[in-house]
């Protein structure tokens, strides 16, 4: 058992671990897509919201855009958990930025006019993750609802 452990360790090829690794928008895309497909169902003005927001953030064309949900979804679909991508975002960002991250996140959640209870225990849990107090968490909240 333990022979077949170490070689399985030493089998791991670096590049290959390299290309797995996420960047920035591909963490900010997979958190986005996570909210939108809190409630069960992914709506349009959602889908729209997201896109939107890779677009102006990120300063993505709409086809890179399209392309990042794209590949965020089925690495939403694959993931444990959401560690990978909260790290990614933990690295690369101030509190002042996590913030407006979160904030991101709530207007995907309201972009459907309904505000589901999935969607808001999601944002919550990822603001947790981000180091969000929970004064900055309400003030994201009402911020993206008006």
Avoid at 57 to 83: G, H, M, P, T, Y
Avoid at 84 to 94: E, G, M
Wanted: aromatic letters at 4%.
């Amino acid at each position: 058992m333990l022979s077949h452990i170490k070689k399985l360790l030493q089998d791991l090829n670096p590049q290959e671990l390299a290309r797995n690794e996420l960047d920035f928008n591909t963490a900010l895309a997979a958190l986005l897509v996570e909210v939108m497909r809190a409630d069960g169902r992914s709506s349009k003005r959602e889908l729209a919201k997201v896109a939107q927001i890779l677009v102006t953030r990120c300063e993505l064309s709409a086809a890179q855009a399209d392309a990042l949900i794209n590949k965020a979804e089925s690495l939403v679909e694959e993931a444990i958990d959401l560690f990978a991508f909260v790290k990614q975002i933990n690295n690369q960002t101030s509190d002042v930025e996590r913030t407006e991250i979160v904030e991101l996140l709530w207007h995907v959640a309201f972009a459907d006019d309904e505000l589901d209870s999935h969607e808001e225990h999601i944002v919550r849990r990822i603001a947790g993750l981000l180091y969000i107090s929970h004064s900055d968490f309400i003030a994201t909240k009402l911020a993206a609802k008006k």
